[in-house]
């Protein structure tokens, strides 16, 4: 049984197997609005009639984003284009990807400390709410854990053969989402700190390969009238009013535990503790990864200064997004989960290797136990009270199973239509409009089917 444990497939399996309890169940109750369905939509006229496709879903800065995400879901829809087996698809890479961290964590750390970081990351709500929608932030680990690993190749093991693909991945990881775009900035001021010596024509050529998805964005934006309208949107939101937001500096704490949920439920979550009281006493527990993260921090400047740069991405990525006067929304800070986890990770082994005593050993493998379970407390509560709710008051919306009940009973006379599946796909788009029944009476315009279309114009 010691040999069986000691073998790394096994522990890669386990990982796998538990960061799929929460990511690849209850499907029917994920978050799926305007954006998921717009997605979706694209990728089914994709399918249709394939184009290049130039542009992405417009994000909050009135800028239209690259169509990275967009080739990806293709790629993961040729399985299947239905939303639920997406979102499953999804969850599953995200699943793996969990099992491929332990990994990078046991390569660069030790044992204990990547059992701990894993299995946090499998079970941190934002990382399992980020990580099952169809949605560009739930697959920025896709290309986040693989750029991590070649940073600690090229900082730790003093690897230079591996500039290439790191900045191929950064490239992409700012197509992916604007995050990305602070990563990659964060990521060259470590370089500098660190004075690693970059080979500039393997960064370089990387550069231009991570590019050739941006390629019919630029085309799009120089053959547009007037030229680069995402330009002029740019310029129009730096001069939109915004303030310097404090909470990016909470977040990056907050990423790792239940807290800062009020905005996913919105008025619903008065609702959600007068049903589950004890959450009120689970901020207590979360509260503590905030002494544990920061005591993290101080063991890497002291005692474990090879891993500075994880301490650079964890205090810079907020404070540029904090001077740049970026919203301190959590789905920015997906990016940052493995680097929080990481650190609470190495807090506690450091600690735990430091303590000779078995009493105080132990306390701080209970403690870890009771974080965890707060946790996974934390995501059964979430998950039943989506299940019984299921329209909620906030960011979240009604979830999957109540849109798709929706449609299908606004659209099952038009079952017999050739085109049906992609009159289901438009409609998910409108599913929360007040205007649903005008948008429909369009698309069969468009159609030629005039009395489709004045039936739904007059409902």
């Known amino acids: 049984m010691k040999r069986f444990f000691q073998k790394t497939t096994v522990w890669v399996s386990i990982f796998f197997l538990l960061s799929s309890i929460f990511r690849l169940s209850n499907l029917n109750l ?14 089914i006229q994709f399918f249709d009639r394939p184009y290049l496709i130039a542009r992405g879903l417009i994000s909050g800065t009135g800028v239209y984003n690259f169509p990275l995400f967009n080739y990806l879901i293709i790629i993961i829809a040729a399985v299947s284009k239905d939303p639920q ?24 750390y030790n044992f204990l400390t990547a059992i701990l970081a894993a299995t946090l990351l499998a079970f941190s709500p934002w990382a399992v709410i980020f ?19 070649l940073l600690h190749e090229i900082i730790l093991k003093k690897t230079t053969k591996v500039f290439l693909p790191l900045f191929a991945l950064l490239t ?18 470590v ?33 547009s009238y007037p030229s680069c309208p995402d330009c002029e949107a740019f310029l129009n939101y730096q001069q939109s009013f915004r303030i310097f937001d404090f909470n990016n500096f909470l977040k990056p704490f907050q990423i790792i535990s239940g807290l800062g949920y009020h905005f996913v439920l919105g008025k619903s979550y008065t609702d959600f503790i007068a049903v589950y009281p004890l959450v009120n006493q689970l901020k207590y527990i979360f509260f503590t990864g905030f002494f544990v993260t920061l ?34 929304y959590m789905h920015y800070f997906v990016i940052i989960i493995p680097v929080s986890t990481l650190l609470f990770a190495v807090s506690l082994s450091t600690a735990y290797s430091f303590l000779r005593n078995k009493l105080l050993r132990a306390s ?29 008051d906030g960011d979240y919306g009604p979830v999957y199973s109540v849109t798709k009940s929706f449609i299908e009973k606004e659209t099952s006379d038009y079952k017999s239509l050739p085109y049906y599946q992609f009159l289901k796909s438009y409609a998910y788009m409108y599913a929360q409009s007040k205007n649903f029944h005008t948008k429909l009476g369009e698309f069969f315009l468009e159609k030629g089917e005039y009395d489709l279309a004045a039936q739904e114009l007059k409902k």
């Open 30 to 43: 994920m978050e799926f609005k305007s954006d998921e369905a717009t997605t979706v939509f694209q990728t």
């Open 364 to 392: 701080i493998i209970t403690y870890f136990l009771l974080f965890l379970a707060s946790n996974i407390a934390f995501l059964i509560f979430f998950n039943n009270f989506l299940a019984v709710k299921k329209q909620i």
């Open 131 to 149: 990580s099952r929608k169809i949605w560009a932030q739930d697959l920025i680990n896709l290309l986040l854990i693989p750029i991590l690993w």
């Open 191 to 223: 370089l500098l700190i660190l004075r690693v010596r970059v080979k500039f024509k393997q960064a370089l050529a990387g550069i231009l390969i991570g590019l050739i998805p941006i390629l019919p964005y630029v085309f799009f934006q120089i053959n």
């Open 172 to 189: 992409l990881l700012i197509q992916l989402h604007g995050s990305g775009l602070f990563f990659a900035a964060v990521t060259v001021i």
């Open 85 to 108: 087996v997406l979102s499953w698809m999804i969850a599953l890479i995200n699943s793996v990807l969990v099992g491929i961290f332990f990994l990078l964590v046991k390569r660069y």
């Open 295 to 328: 005591m993290g921090i101080l063991f890497v400047i002291a005692k474990k200064q090879k891993y500075l740069f994880l301490v650079i991405y964890f205090v810079t990525l907020p404070f540029l997004f904090f001077i740049t006067k970026t919203p301190a």
